[in-house]
Each structure stands twice: as structure tokens, then as C-alpha cells.
């Protein structure tokens, strides 16, 4: 999972970094599977983080983003190359 995701994180997506978003909470599906011994296991599995943004009216629109488009707001301040640097997790942002 992606540590650094948190609830109030201001955050771009890698195709707009000029539209800020927040960070509103992680969307996990759970499942059962079998484990070596055959015996049920419950797993879960992050499947997209859910952010808020303002619209044009003002109001609030919600959207879901697959953590790998997200790039930290303060990340995205530093210009393209920096964003583009940590969506390709290079250099220090390998870990994230």
C-alpha cells in the first residue's frame, strides 16, 4: 500500500497538476482465498483512493484515483520534472 497517502493530503493527478485535490480515504475490497494448507484466509487489497476537489459551482466533487496517478501536492509545487520524477518512483522517491 501507499504509506504516504493520508486523509487531508493535498494531492495532483498526473495529468492535470494544476487541479488540487484532497485526500479523503482509502477504497479496499476484501476477499476470502485459500491458503498453502487450504484453509480460507481473508485478504484485502487497496483498490483506489477516493479525493475531493471544488468544482467550477463551488461544490464539492468526488472522485476515485488509483494511488500510482496521485502525486503529493508539495512534490508537484517543485515543477513537472519533480512530479514526473516520483510518478516513476526514481531517485529518493523509489520507497514511496
Same mark, same amino acid.
Given at each position: 500500500?501507499?504509506?504516504?497517502?493520508?486523509? *487531508?493530503?493535498?494531492?495532483?493527478?498526473?495529468?492535470?497538476?494544476?487541479?488540487?485535490?484532497?485526500?479523503?480515504?482509502?477504497?479496499?475490497?476484501?476477499?476470502? =482465498?485459500?491458503?498453502?494448507?487450504?484453509?480460507?484466509?481473508?485478504?484485502?487489497?487497496?483498490? *483506489?483512493?477516493?479525493?475531493?476537489?471544488?468544482?467550477?459551482? +463551488?461544490?464539492?466533487?468526488?472522485?476515485?484515483?488509483?494511488?500510482?496517478?496521485? =502525486?503529493?501536492?508539495?512534490?508537484?509545487?517543485? *515543477?513537472?520534472?519533480?512530479?514526473?520524477?516520483?510518478?516513476?518512483?526514481? +531517485?529518493?522517491?523509489?520507497?514511496?
Amino acid at each position: 500500500m501507499s504509506n504516504w497517502i493520508k486523509k *487531508g493530503l493535498a494531492v495532483v493527478h498526473i495529468t492535470n497538476l494544476e487541479k488540487v485535490m484532497t485526500v479523503d480515504h482509502c477504497i479496499f475490497q476484501s476477499k476470502e =482465498i485459500k491458503d498453502n494448507s487450504n484453509q480460507p484466509k481473508r485478504v484485502s487489497r487497496l483498490i *483506489g483512493i477516493e479525493v475531493n476537489m471544488v468544482n467550477e459551482d +463551488g461544490k464539492i466533487d468526488k472522485s476515485v484515483c488509483h494511488s500510482k496517478e496521485l =502525486i503529493p501536492l508539495s512534490i508537484a509545487n517543485k *515543477g513537472k520534472t519533480e512530479a514526473y520524477r516520483f510518478y516513476s518512483r526514481e +531517485g529518493e522517491y523509489e520507497n514511496y
